[in-house]
């Protein structure tokens, strides 16, 4: 199985500029995260998707952030314009619904790392 | 609301145990958490512990949690200079599956 995909591995842009990661779950995973870890950090959640539906985006700096997750599979989050700020390694995790006391499955993708210059 | 706390640093040597202790706020916590991250890399499930447990081992790993303090421990025995990372604990709380993760520890193993 591979697990989460991530692309890219790494990223620098200037500021000002478009950036998008793209997320590939594992295979019959419902539900879909991204967190953004900061430097010297934990990683925090952005959004959390059910299926192709956005359940908690109350963390997403929707000014300049968007996501997106058609057809409840691929996902793909944007920021545009990027910031200084958004340097950070961006996460996306799966996990399924259900399975009480098998861990719902969480898995981690490598993450991507973003420089802002 | 939610809070994870960990204390920053911890140096051991090379064979003696570690103990990488974590506190958190929520009660209705359903499992918690401990990954793994090494410099540059994603992170790695280490192990974790379902909220009516008391205690999980896994070979060098021993996971202690104590809900009435909302105290979980990772005790790594025979600690080897592999095991030089961060690690992160990391509670998950209702219907929502969110991990709420602490600030990490940094565990340097000393020859």
């Known amino acids: 199985e591979a697990g989460v995909v991530q692309s890219p591995r790494y990223k620098i842009i200037e500021k000002k500029q478009p950036v998008a990661f793209w997320c590939n779950p594992i295979?019959?995973?419902?539900?879909l995260y991204w967190y953004r870890q900061n430097l010297g950090q934990g990683p925090e959640l952005l959004i959390r998707y059910e299926n192709e539906e956005a359940v908690d985006d109350s963390q997403l700096p929707k000014d300049r952030f968007s996501a997106e997750r058609l057809k409840g599979v691929d996902s793909t989050l944007k920021i545009q314009p990027a910031e200084l700020g958004d340097s950070a390694v961006y996460l996306c995790a799966s996990s399924t619904r259900t399975g009480v006391g098998s861990n719902y499955g969480y898995t981690f993708g490598s993450g991507t790392r973003l420089t802002v210059v | 609301g939610e809070d994870v706390e960990q204390s920053l640093f911890l140096s051991v040597r090379e064979g003696d145990s570690s103990v990488i202790n974590c506190t958190y706020t929520d009660s209705s916590s359903t499992y918690l958490y401990w990954y793994k991250q090494e410099p540059g890399a994603g992170l790695q499930l280490l192990t974790y512990i379902f909220s009516n447990m008391d205690m999980k081992q896994d070979q060098r790993l021993t996971v202690l949690l104590n809900k009435k303090d909302k105290h979980l421990s990772l005790r790594i025995a025979d600690t080897q200079t592999g095991d030089s990372a961060i690690y992160f604990c990391?509670?998950?709380?209702?219907?929502?599956?969110?991990?709420?993760f602490g600030s990490g520890t940094q565990l340097t193993v000393l020859p």
């Open positions: 295979s019959g995973h419902n539900t």
């Open positions: 990391a509670e998950m709380t209702g219907s929502a599956r969110q991990l709420t």
